[in-house]
């Protein structure tokens, strides 16, 4: 069979393999000019040789996206509709555009990376809310560059073109019947490459994340990709200053500074300003410090929180630790659960910070910090690690090392969220053992998790049946405490500091603006040296770090506001904040303000798990607004950062 027979079996496929072929090609060249640019930093082969295929993956997921309507359209649609030249022309013409974008994009970007050092994406849509000034930045100073980038680009469109017109007049004919037959396969063949995985989770941008280097994590993917997905993404960055009352931004600043009990002095920096120093207590030689974040695992699951008997582990090791009997949560999703504790964030109606373009490189967390101590940085997780953009957002902002599923030779368990929390223990348990180094770890679990799976013969069952909930809790309570158990015969525990804590509640129950009751988690500071006592007073999850740096002997400068309950007056209730969708909570002690957009702040008192309505006192009221709009100030002005050395 010769080329031209077996090109017009294809039948009307035929210009869309075409466009797929050349635009593989073409983005794949440009990925490896890319790495030649910059080959400094790629540095050996097998580094651009895992660029190069993964970027293929990825842009075949782009490319089965724009070709998943037009393909279904030309099976679907009889045959005088797709062999009329009106219906041909718009289809050359729509991958025609695909194709103006992708040489636009990607012949931009060797000069957008040398500005950005990355590839274009929200800050480059967001410049073209400026044509005048940016048209005037590229002719005075980049001319023969945009030249070229234009020329460059009609070429290719032009050559994409007139190429699908040719492959048209070429192409064979299917009959109707055969075109509806072949389309349930094509389909499938289209939405698993789109997805990439016979996994319960499509790949995305952090799945190929593999570097610390922003860059070469970027650079698997394409420009137009990287471009879609930042827009994609703004929809969803609320900006609490469009939801909420007005308040003036050095207001705000003055009142969030004033509530971390920090000294007004102490915040000086000309452009971070809520960077001030943490000052550690006096150690010998600074302690490791462990995370061990539980999936799901509420206040109402725990014992010794008043709720159901799932937790015996938990509640005897709450008598050798600092014990939190009053910590709420940020949000409901383990995203929102990381970027408290990790980065000390607070919580806003936009996405978690794991998610956001501004927050991809640069973005605080407590991992630069102690890198700057001479940390190694651990992420822990026996799933897939690239959920929740959870991989990329940590390689970049600090963390060293992500264990993930793919990382565990062998297990004891293995359900659908990954390798069970025995195995996440142990294997983290494995690496700090061989750490010759301080070091930092986030330890995050999953057994808890539908469709709660976990081994047999671990536990005492609470129901009759085996995979629920209450039983999955009560393994994952297990889990720690079969941890803590090798932990203390370690070498390492006598120079640890532990904390256990929830991400979240396992869903929000109620039908309260703010279902306060939802947020309550359980939290726990424990290992050598540390005297046990329970900790009454509210506080949040963005509150742990700067108590666990005093506790560790950490003393450097961070832009975080959670408050370090070591410096909290004798009479202060302690406070939390909750969103829930675009519903903001402040609470203070029993004191509840709650902003709503479009609506005057209502305040509740918070009495037996309920929000029971009272006066709004104007200063509490205050200082909920300004915890309301910080995350926009600080994510949109990137004031959530290090300075730089």
């Known amino acids: 069979m010769n080329i031209v027979n077996f090109s017009r079996r294809l039948g009307p496929l035929l210009p869309f393999l075409g466009f797929l072929l050349v635009s593989l090609v073409f983005l794949s060249i440009s990925r490896l000019v890319l790495g030649w640019i910059h080959w400094e930093r790629v540095g050996e ?23 998943v309507t037009p393909v279904s359209a030309t099976l679907l649609l009889p045959g005088f509709i797709i062999e009329s030249s009106l219906y041909r022309l718009t289809i050359g013409l729509f991958l025609a555009i695909w ?19 990355s590839r274009p994406g929200r800050i480059f849509f967001e410049y073209l809310s400026y044509p005048r000034e940016v048209g005037l930045m590229m002719v ?5 560059e945009s030249l070229l980038v234009i020329a460059g680009t009609a070429v290719f469109a032009a050559a994409v073109f007139l190429g699908l017109r040719r492959l048209q007049k070429g192409q064979g004919r299917w009959s109707y019947p055969g075109r509806l037959v072949s389309f349930p396969l094509v389909l499938a063949l289209l939405v698993l490459a789109g997805r990439s995985t016979l996994g319960h989770r499509p790949i995305n941008a952090s799945s190929v ?4 280097d922003q860059l070469l994590n970027e650079l698997a993917l394409s420009s137009t990709y990287t471009l879609l997905n930042a827009v994609y993404g703004i929809k969803n960055e609320g900006d609490p200053s469009a939801l909420y009352p007005e308040m003036a931004e050095a207001e705000v600043l ?11 002095s102490a915040f000086n920096h000309p452009d971070i300003p809520t960077l001030h120093g943490v000052a550690g207590e006096v150690k010998k030689k600074p302690k490791n410090l462990v995370v061990l974040l539980e999936e799901s695992m509420g206040a109402r699951f725990i014992g010794k929180l008043g709720g159901l008997p799932l ?4 509640d005897k090791l709450a008598d050798e630790g600092i014990w939190f009997s009053n910590l709420y949560a940020t949000g409901i999703r383990s995203a929102r659960g990381i970027e408290a504790v990790i980065t000390g964030f607070p919580p806003s109606a936009s996405r978690s910070v794991l998610k956001l373009g501004l927050a991809q490189q640069g973005f605080y967390t407590v991992a630069q910090t102690l890198k700057k101590q001479g940390y190694k940085n651990y992420f822990v997780y026996g799933g897939e ?5 959870m991989r990329g957002f940590l390689l970049n902002n600090g963390f060293d090392a992500v264990i993930e599923e793919k990382d565990f030779k062998q297990w004891k368990f293995k359900g659908s969220w990954g390798v069970s929390d025995e195995d996440v223990f142990d294997k983290a348990h494995e690496v700090f053992e061989g750490e010759q180094q301080p070091f930092f770890a986030l330890v ?5 998790h539908s469709p709660f799976e976990f081994p047999d013969d671990r536990i005492e069952l609470y129901d009759e049946e085996k995979s629920t909930k209450f039983n999955a809790v009560k393994y994952a309570d297990y889990a720690i405490g079969h941890y803590f158990r090798k932990a203390k015969q370690s070498s390492y525990w006598d120079d640890t500091i532990f904390l256990v804590v929830a991400d979240h509640d396992e869903r929000p129950r109620g039908s309260s603006l703010v279902p306060v009751s939802s947020y309550h988690i359980p939290g726990l500071i424990i290992g050598a040296g540390i005297e046990p006592m329970i900790y009454t007073k509210v506080s949040s999850q963005i509150d742990l770090m700067p108590s666990l740096l005093r506790l560790a002997g950490i003393s450097a400068r961070a832009p975080y506001i959670g408050q370090d309950i070591f410096l909290r007056p004798d009479g202060y209730p302690g406070r939390a904040m909750m969103q829930f969708g675009n519903n903001n909570a402040y609470m203070v002690g029993d004191q509840v303000v709650i902003h709503t957009p479009g609506k005057d702040p209502l305040q509740f008192v918070y009495r037996d798990k309920r929000l029971e309505p009272t006066l709004l006192n104007g200063q509490l009221a205050g200082e909920a607004l300004a915890m309301a709009l910080l995350p926009g100030l600080l994510y949109k002005n990137k004031w959530y950062r290090l300075p730089p050395e």
Request: glycine residues 4%.
């Open 45 to 67: 082969w097998p580094v651009l040789l895992h660029i190069l295929v993964q970027g293929l993956r990825m842009d075949t997921v782009l490319l089965a996206m724009v070709l």
């Open 99 to 117: 194709g103006l974008l992708f040489a636009l994009m990607e012949f931009a970007t060797p000069v957008y990376v040398s500005f950005f050092d």
């Open 140 to 144: 005075n100073g980049f001319l023969i």
């Open 209 to 212: 994340a593999f570097s610390n």
């Open 254 to 264: 003055r009142r969030v500074r004033e509530s971390t009990f920090v000294d007004e």
């Open 311 to 314: 937790s015996p582990e938990l």
């Open 385 to 389: 690690s690239h959920f929740d953009n």
């Open 444 to 448: 995050f679990s999953s057994s808890f």
